[in-house]
């Protein structure tokens, strides 16, 4: 069975902890990372500058995280169930995968990818639904040293030809098409569409899922099924683990930012492991045999955290959901954890509200008795869905934990730790051990004290945190270490309350979080622009009752649309899913004839956001305006 040594268990230890990771990090973090596998020790637990930045924890270690996901599990826990996946069609069958089934079967697929001429340090881009042979996939790669790059199956191939291009893969892992709800994605035509622009791709592996009739280009593409059967002929060779340094790249996983394109966030393999481990078994309290289910997608952080490297490390079973909460009906998660008796339900907020809206009726009669543990993530959660969830979901005995975190933190940063540090509706409360976090006033200055609002930096190096953005280093310095110094800037605006309680209010930068996805309003702007009639737009958040934030899109079009403005608006919102994706359309398009713009022609995008936000008496100083006239022309076309 396994065990956790380093899992707090009261208020006390928890105070112990955090203090002893502010006093001696190197020798906090050290006795976490000893229970793990190295096949050889660190030389030294931390070595950094946030200047540069140059972070290197665990250096000199040499492990392989998948030999510490499924290998060390295998004497104990080899006929545990690992990964429990359920189908998006309740009607089909659900598998279950052992720890010596997953060992088996990453090691069967790793040899394919070698079989195919993957080395060490590769670049691999994933595009797959939430299969069992995704989680597989990922661990091949992992297992063999290649970079995997997972993209959600809801991006655009213009998107995935971004990604691709900027880590200069070599090989692309897909399905034929990936069932969600109602819909049939046809991810391997929309990688098709892709690669014509990404020569670097020599090779597609595609799995059967949907049976969607596809084309298969003649040296190029081969079925995962035909390669998994060379690997049979072969007599199904091990395939033992690359040694990595703890330093070594284990992934690459693109988000937006406020400016420019997506960047690769870089997370390497000591550190993630690690931190993953250590916040798993801390914030969700995972006791052996427990079943945790986390809805994300495995193409965004939390799934690679949270469905994959943290609970498989811990030796947890984890649950795999192909299918979306509200099909066929609005009770399918409460389904899922009555089949599976889960015992920790970790999603997102814009999924409660989205949930709520259907009524108690989906949950009414639903034995939800197993739950004992309930986790948000991804957005602020207001208080109304906290409740809900607390109530109707946790029936009032199931501690939340609120986990406040990002894609360059790699893992839970601040948060509950449930049941057993505080929990306050609509906070993500306090840090976990070794989180520093400050709040800071534009200028960098540090705001002291309770009941305090400012920016949230974090003022020490975390075992999980980025190491650096794919090919282009001096981005990450400038987007995260440059706006303040010797300090990582996360980009959201905090509270402190009189408690020293942390409320997370939000982007205070040009980030969009539309249903717990972050979204640059640069990208939506330039995807509105490709549209041949637009001439200019600005793109603002306003508060949407389900998705947190919605996406309004100020659009001004070389001939006036008045007469066609539905039509134009279908068509701005069909380029936009093209150019990004569907997670990236406009919510509302108002067509104006100009901005407001300061007489440097900067677009003043306080003054739109208040006209989104309905906020009209409230604009603030207007005069500076280029043309003032203009505000008055938008707050009266206002959708
Ligand atoms: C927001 C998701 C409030 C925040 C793990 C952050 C949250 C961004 C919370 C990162 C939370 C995430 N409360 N806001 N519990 N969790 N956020 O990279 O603005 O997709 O900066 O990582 O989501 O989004 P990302």
């Given amino acids: 069975m396994a065990s956790y040594p380093y899992q707090i268990k009261n208020f006390e230890e928890y105070q112990q902890a955090y203090n002893q990771s502010v006093v001696d990090p190197e020798g906090f973090w050290g006795n976490v990372a000893e229970h793990f596998l190295w096949r050889k020790k660190w030389d030294k637990v931390l070595e950094w500058n946030f200047k540069d930045p140059d972070i290197k924890w665990f250096q000199g270690g040499k492990m392989n995280i998948t030999e510490n996901c499924l290998d060390r599990h295998l004497a104990t826990l080899g006929n545990t169930p690992a990964i429990i996946w359920e189908p998006n069609d309740p009607e089909e069958r659900h598998r279950i995968l052992t720890y010596r089934e997953l060992y088996n079967k990453v090691c069967q697929f790793a040899n394919v990818l070698k079989n195919n001429g993957v080395k060490k340090g590769d670049r691999i881009c994933i595009y797959m639904g939430m299969i069992p042979e995704l989680a597989i996939a990922v661990l091949a790669c992992a297992r063999i040293g290649a970079i995997h790059s997972v993209v959600f199956g809801g991006f655009s191939a213009q998107s995935i030809a971004d990604r691709i291009q900027d880590a200069q893969c070599n090989l692309v892992i897909t399905c034929d098409g990936a069932f969600r709800g109602n819909k049939d994605i046809p991810l391997k035509s929309v990688i098709d569409d892709a690669l014509m622009a990404c020569p670097s791709v020599k090779k597609v592996i595609v799995c059967t899922r949907t049976r969607t009739p596809i084309s298969m280009l003649k040296g190029r593409d081969v079925w995962w099924e035909d390669e998994i059967k060379q690997v049979e002929t072969m007599g199904n060779p091990p395939c033992s683990a690359e040694e990595m340094d703890a ?70 079973t984890t649950l795999l959901f192909e299918g979306v909460p509200t099909w066929p009906d609005a009770g399918r998660l409460w389904d899922i954890t009555d089949k599976f008796r889960v015992t920790t339900l970790y999603t997102a907020p814009t999924a409660i509200r989205s ?246 022609g900067k677009i003043m995008r306080r003054i739109l956001r208040k006209i989104a936000e309905n906020e009209l008496d409230n604009l603030g100083d207007t005069s500076t305006l280029l043309d003032p006239a203009v505000v008055d022309e938008i707050k009266r076309g206002r959708l």
């Fill in 247 to 316: 330093e070594d790249m284990l992934f690459i996983l693109y988000t937006s930012g406020s400016t420019g394109k997506p960047k690769g966030v870089v997370h390497t393999c000591g550190g993630f492991m690690v931190y993953t481990n250590y916040t798993f078994v801390n914030t969700f309290q995972y006791k052996p045999g427990e079943v945790f289910f986390c809805t994300a997608d495995i193409g965004w952080i939390t799934g690679h955290s949270y469905i994959l490297y943290g609970p498989l490390s811990a030796g947890a």
């Fill in 355 to 600: 949930l709520m809206g259907f009524g108690l009726g989906p949950v009414n009669h639903k034995d939800l008795s197993s739950l004992k543990k309930l986790g948000s993530v991804g957005e602020p959660i207001n208080e109304e869905a906290w409740h809900w969830f607390k109530d109707h979901i946790g029936k009032g005995k199931c501690p939340i934990a609120d986990t406040w975190w990002q894609t360059e933190t790699g893992g839970h940063m601040i948060t509950p730790i449930a049941g057993i540090t505080p929990e306050k509706p609509g906070y993500a409360t306090l840090p976990l051990p070794g989180v520093q976090p400050i709040l800071v006033d534009e200028n960098g200055k540090e705001i002291q004290g309770n009941g305090v609002n400012g920016n949230l930096c974090i003022k020490f190096p975390w075992p999980g945190m980025l190491r650096t953005t794919y090919g282009d280093h001096e981005r990450c310095r400038k987007t995260y270490f440059a706006t303040y110094e010797n300090l990582y800037f996360t980009g959201d605006g905090c509270m402190r309350d009189e408690d020293g309680y942390y409320r997370i209010t939000g982007r205070v930068d040009d980030v969009l979080n539309v249903s717990g996805h972050r979204i640059g309003t640069a990208e939506v702007e330039n995807a509105i622009n490709m549209h041949a009639g637009v001439v200019e737009s600005a793109v603002v958040g306003y508060p949407h009752d389900i998705k947190g934030q919605g996406i309004y899109a100020y659009v001004i079009c070389d001939t006036n649309p008045s007469k066609d403005a539905e039509l134009t608006k279908k068509d701005i919102i069909q380029t936009v899913s093209r150019i990004i994706g569907p997670i990236a359309k406009p919510d509302k398009i108002q067509f104006v004839s100009g901005l407001p713009k300061t007489r440097s």
